[in-house]
């Protein structure tokens, strides 16, 4: 995934959840930020940032947050690029813990569940919910960084999934590159870290990736070991 124009300035501080106040050539103004997530190891003041530039002129704000510095590395906070990712990587056969893939489509509805992608390969059907991951601690990639309740419905409607018969994968796309391991952040939410377990323990397939970030690009990478 590429972004057509950006530029590099420094963090501020965050207003809200969805803007933040940057300086880009000496000057200060506000942004929009593309995760609503905490990112409180993240968002620090004076760590060098990079911004999405918009060609719409009409918008609120010209710049758009996508990836910040932290100890030297370069991570991706772009909630809106797992998908993409991982949707590229399916269609060219990059997730090769599934084997076979001829169809995938996104948005792929269920009963009343709505997941991220739908795939099928050799007669087989599934589901994958993907989560990027932005939270790196001492080479452990961890997820979620607050309690999401709607992160745990997910992973309850992939275990209904495959006990009617098809295949349910959750995928954590971590947005930067050095992890060495993937754990669900159980000090942080723990019930979705039992959630995790369960449903692997049900038959859902629990993946991690690593992603290649560059100021301008976000590809995905290579299988990272999973401890629940």
Do not use: C
């Not at 409180?40 to 710049?63: C, D, I, M, T």
């Not at 992890?179 to 377990?197: C, N, S």
């Amino acid at each position: 995934m590429h972004y057509s124009e950006v530029v590099e300035g420094s963090f501020v501080h965050r207003i809200n959840r969805f803007v933040a106040e940057v300086e880009i050539d000496g000057r200060r103004e506000l942004v929009h930020v593309k995760n609503t997530g905490r990112l409180k190891e993240l968002l620090v003041p004076g760590a060098r940032a990079y911004f999405e530039v918009s060609g719409n002129e009409g918008r609120k704000y010209r710049h758009s947050l996508i990836a910040v510095e932290k100890d030297g590395k370069l991570i991706n906070i772009d909630s809106q690029a797992p998908n993409a990712v991982v949707h590229e990587a399916m269609v060219t056969g990059k997730v090769r813990e599934l084997g076979y893939i001829h169809t995938v489509k996104r948005e792929a509805t269920w009963g009343n569940s709505r997941f991220d992608l739908l795939y099928e390969g050799d007669g087989r059907t599934g589901y994958m919910e993907v989560k990027g991951v932005t939270l790196l601690q001492d080479g452990i990639a961890m997820f979620p960084d607050a309690p999401t309740a709607r992160g745990r419905k997910h992973v309850q409607q992939l275990v209904e999934a495959v006990r009617d018969g098809y295949e349910g994968v959750i995928l954590f796309l971590v947005q930067t590159q050095g992890a060495r391991i993937f754990a669900p952040h159980a000090m942080m939410d723990p019930p979705f870290a039992e959630a995790l377990r369960e449903a692997a323990a049900a038959g859902v397939r629990v993946l991690a990736y690593d992603s290649v970030v560059s100021r301008s690009s976000i590809e995905f990478g290579e299988p990272i070991d999973v401890e629940l």
